[in-house]
């Protein structure tokens, strides 16, 4: 009997297979699906696309989040190591932009470093904005320079156009997306939002 798992394995008595093609070596019998779409492993090894991961652990491997995976000695992103992540304190960060463990923050997409951002204290804000307790950032890791991480906060309106939008806030200036916007200050009094606040991009 067939077992059409979500796509695009498949299980049958021929063995297992992704995306029409056969997994040399798979064991149908022990093959598990794992995420959505990009993982699988059986009781030998750890799949990627269909393709087995070299030197994954199957016993431990799990998936954390979309590409990332991990075992009991690495992390890994999409099908190659994430080198000198530590598995057991990986996570991804809500928002979807980054993960960070013990040591490090990463942009999630490339698994790049984050240089200098604090592991223990980076947090998501809202929108494209994270912090931690040095910097304030915007999008993939750009800093807002002169930001104050500490007071800042994000609020969400809608454009006349209706259009959401974020504006961040600290105890001093305004911002739109990476921009500093101090002509909206009156509009987002710190520390609270106006309840219905109306502005023009």
Do not use: C
Request: cysteine-free.
């Amino acid at each position: 009997m067939t077992q059409i798992m979500p796509m695009p394995y498949v299980i049958s008595s021929d063995g297992v297979s992704f995306d029409g093609h056969k997994i040399e070596g798979a064991d149908p019998a022990t093959f598990q699906f794992l995420n959505d779409y990009f993982y699988g492993k059986d009781k030998n090894r750890a799949y990627f696309y269909g393709f087995p991961i070299p030197g994954a652990d199957a016993a431990t491997f799990e998936n954390i989040r979309w590409t990332y995976s991990r075992d009991k000695n690495n992390v890994y992103l999409r099908d190659k190591i994430l080198e000198g992540a530590d598995p057991k304190t990986f996570s991804y960060n809500d928002g979807d932009i980054f993960a960070k463990d013990k040591r490090r923050v990463y942009e999630a997409s490339s698994g790049k470093v984050l240089e200098g951002a604090d592991p223990a204290t980076f947090t998501y804000v809202k929108g494209l904005y994270y912090k931690d307790k040095r910097r304030v950032y915007y999008g993939s890791g750009s800093i807002l320079e002169g930001a104050d991480p500490a007071s800042f906060t994000a609020f969400e309106f809608v454009t006349k156009n209706g259009v959401l939008t974020i504006i961040g806030r600290d105890k001093k200036h305004a911002y739109l997306d990476e921009m500093r916007r101090d002509d909206l200050l009156d509009l987002f009094p710190y520390p609270n939002a106006p309840e219905t606040p109306s502005a023009t991009r």
